[in-house]
């Protein structure tokens, strides 16, 4: 099995309108000049945890966080706008595969990208997947200590 790819391009079926939750909070975060905050939200337990960590960290000043779905799936979105107009962009990896900094780096040009590897922040795991194999309170705690090493490394952008 072949364990590299090159670049790939994947067809998305367009899409109608937008959504309206969505559209007033990017628009909210564009006029407060908020840097979004995009994270991976896969099932297993570091997407989790970096999702959470996200989260954590888009409730601090001047962060809020942004939906990579909306922002790479509906492109004529407040959310795409908002996040491919930003000056900065924080995106929140959950492991070395970077899925979604990786589709992120194709929107925004990646001088503007503070890529985070969140696994490197917290090492354990490496052998789950499922998130509820790991106790909630467990993700929750993990979630906090990363977020708590990424705000310092963010205070200067």
């Known amino acids: 099995m072949r364990k590299v790819t090159d670049d790939f391009t994947l067809q998305v079926d367009g899409v109608k309108g937008v959504c309206p939750a969505g559209e ?3 628009e909210q ?3 407060q000049k908020k840097i979004p905050v995009l994270a991976c939200e896969g099932p297993c337990v570091r997407g989790d945890i970096a999702r959470r960590s996200a989260n954590i960290v888009g409730k601090e000043e ?6 990579y779905a909306e922002t790479a799936l509906v492109p004529h979105s407040a959310m795409a706008r908002w996040v491919k107009e930003a000056d900065k962009v924080v995106m ?3 492991c070395f595969l970077q899925c979604i900094g990786r589709i992120l780096n194709n929107l925004v040009d ?5 890529h985070i590897d969140a696994l490197p922040l917290y090492e354990k795991y490496t052998d789950v997947f499922y998130m ?3 106790p ?3 993700r929750i705690d993990t979630a906090q200590h990363v977020a708590d ?3 310092p490394i963010l205070k200067d952008i």
Do not use: S
């Open 24 to 26: 007033a909070w990017a």
């Open 29 to 31: 975060q564009i006029l």
């Open 62 to 67: 001047p962060f809020a966080r942004a939906c």
């Open 92 to 94: 929140v990896d959950g």
């Open 110 to 114: 990646e001088e503007k990208i503070v």
């Open 132 to 134: 509820e194999d790991v």
């Open 136 to 138: 909630e309170a467990e």
């Open 149 to 151: 090493q990424i705000l």
